[in-house]
């Protein structure tokens, strides 16, 4: 059972380079989610999904846009990288009962020189 | 003033010791609160869930939530080499489990 997956594991852009994070998962879970990870802050919330074909914005939207493609795809894509930008991006996933779990990713790691 | 704060440490203890990690936060509206543990280069994965205020024994965890003071503690009993790990605390407001603040987390090495 792979859980949450995401591609790639490690990148490097430069300055105004575009690319797009993905993130599948196979525990049929509703609601979908991107965190950024930087030294000091803690996981920050960028975007979330609550269900298929809607998308809502976290604490750190700016800069960044997502796509719910189906049920179990979610991707972030950065459309101009910047340098502050350099992060580890964690995608997760939830049901949407109280009691349970969110299972993350094991993290992008992204380097925008 | 961010919402949840954390001492970010770095913790060292010796193999066999108590450890306390606290956690403060802001907003009264947080009504689930969560420890994740993270080993190095890896995802966050949950530990320990609590709704509202109260104590959850987990083995050798313990969480304990105190509302009316707004802080949260995780107790690890017993410490060993393998707790070695970023812990970090997690709220929300929500039964959407994933919305979630973190606060910054806290290093613990346990020493052998």
């Known amino acids: 059972n792979a859980g949450v997956t995401q591609t790639p594991k490690f990148q490097v852009l430069k300055t105004g380079q575009s690319m797009t994070l993905q993130c599948a998962q196979d525990?049929?879970?509703?609601?979908m989610y991107w965190y950024r990870q930087d030294p000091g802050m803690g996981l920050r919330l960028i975007y979330y999904?609550?269900?298929?074909?809607?998308?809502d914005k976290g604490e750190v939207p700016n800069g960044y846009n997502v796509s719910r493609l189906n049920k179990r795809e979610f991707s972030l894509r950065l459309e101009s990288a910047a340098p502050s930008q350099t992060s580890v991006y964690f995608c997760?996933?939830?049901?949407?009962?109280?009691?349970?779990?969110?299972?993350f990713g094991q993290g992008t790691r992204l380097t925008v020189v | 003033q961010k919402e949840v704060e954390q001492d970010p440490g770095p913790l060292s203890v010796p193999e066999g010791a108590i450890v306390s990690l606290n956690c403060t936060y802001s907003?009264?509206?947080?009504?689930?609160f969560m420890w994740y543990r993270q080993y190095s280069r890896k995802g966050p994965e949950l530990l320990m869930y609590t709704y509202s205020s109260g104590n959850k024994e987990d083995g050798r965890f313990t969480a304990q939530v105190d509302k009316s003071s707004k802080y949260i503690s995780l107790f690890i009993r017993d410490s060993q080499p393998s707790d070695s790990a970023t812990y970090l605390c997690a709220m929300s407001s929500s039964s959407n489990t994933g919305k979630l603040i973190f606060g910054q987390g806290t290093t613990l090495q346990v020493k052998p």
């Open positions: 907003n009264s509206a947080f009504q689930y």
């Open positions: 997760a996933s939830s049901t949407d009962r109280g009691d349970t779990e969110a299972f």
């Open positions: 525990m049929n879970h509703n609601s």
């Open positions: 999904s609550a269900s298929e074909g809607t998308t």
